[in-house]
């Protein structure tokens, strides 16, 4: 079974604070992505990233895929209110369902 | 274009009765996927559709659950003699293709089993 931990599992933060989630399997995956979540909402795709040691950019939010794909982070500079939600990773693995993180939930204080 | 939809938004049963959960997926999207999500944490698996081929059942929780999808787009959930632990928000998903293509997810119906 593959499985994905997030850490931390609860964040409170106050605007402007920066802050990193983290996401370790001992599995590898093909890919992994990274969604956001609203409450009453269905998870919405932020960025996937493919190759191992990849960073990609999201305005204020910065991801990275692990050397050996098993890893990975969300950086948030300067966070927002509007960032507040539920953060889940998820990795890919063939053609198969996606395994989701167990979530980091950001709270953003103004 | 119309996104995911889910129906009912909200169901109360009674435990022990049958329920079934409805999803329309995005014209055109060959994979449908199926989660279980309970209050505020993680996705779990249930099961996926991907084109004509045999259903990834693997993430079933029990024989209680079942799911069909009628010409390759709608897609019913049905939990029978439901229990208290099959309270969760129920999540459907659906994409163009199977793999890391991106998933678009509906608003889940949530279930709540007295």
């Known amino acids: 079974t593959q499985l994905l931990e997030q850490s931390p599992q609860f964040l409170s933060i106050q605007e402007g604070e920066n802050l990193t989630v983290y996401c370790n399997s001992s599995?590898?995956?093909?890919?992994l992505q990274w969604y956001r979540q609203e409450p009453g909402e269905g998870p919405v795709l932020l960025v996937t990233?493919?190759?191992?040691?990849e960073v990609k950019k999201l305005k204020r939010l910065t991801f990275q895929f692990g050397d050996a794909r098993k890893d990975s982070s969300l950086h948030i500079t300067a966070a927002q209110p509007g960032d507040t939600g539920l953060y889940l990773c998820?990795?890919?693995?063939?053609?198969?369902?996606?395994?989701f993180g167990s979530g980091t939930r950001l709270q953003v204080q103004p | 274009g119309a996104g995911v939809s889910q129906s009912p938004s909200n169901k109360v049963t009674e435990k022990g009765k049958d329920v079934e959960l409805r999803c329309d997926p995005i014209s055109g999207h060959t994979a449908l996927y199926w989660y279980r999500q309970s209050l505020g944490q993680g996705l779990e698996f249930l099961i996926y559709f991907q084109g004509n081929s045999a259903p990834d059942k693997s993430g079933l929780p029990s024989d209680r659950f079942s799911a069909e999808r009628t010409g390759g787009s709608v897609s019913t959930l049905t939990i029978q003699r439901t229990q208290q632990e099959d309270s969760a928000v129920y999540l459907c998903?659906?994409?163009?293709?199977?793999?890391?293509?991106?998933?678009?997810f509906g608003p889940g119906t949530r279930l709540t089993v007295l």
């Open positions: 599995s590898v995956f093909s890919s």
């Open positions: 990233v493919v190759t191992g040691g």
């Open positions: 998820a990795g890919v693995a063939g053609r198969r369902a996606l395994t």
């Open positions: 998903a659906s994409s163009s293709s199977s793999g890391s293509y991106e998933q678009f």
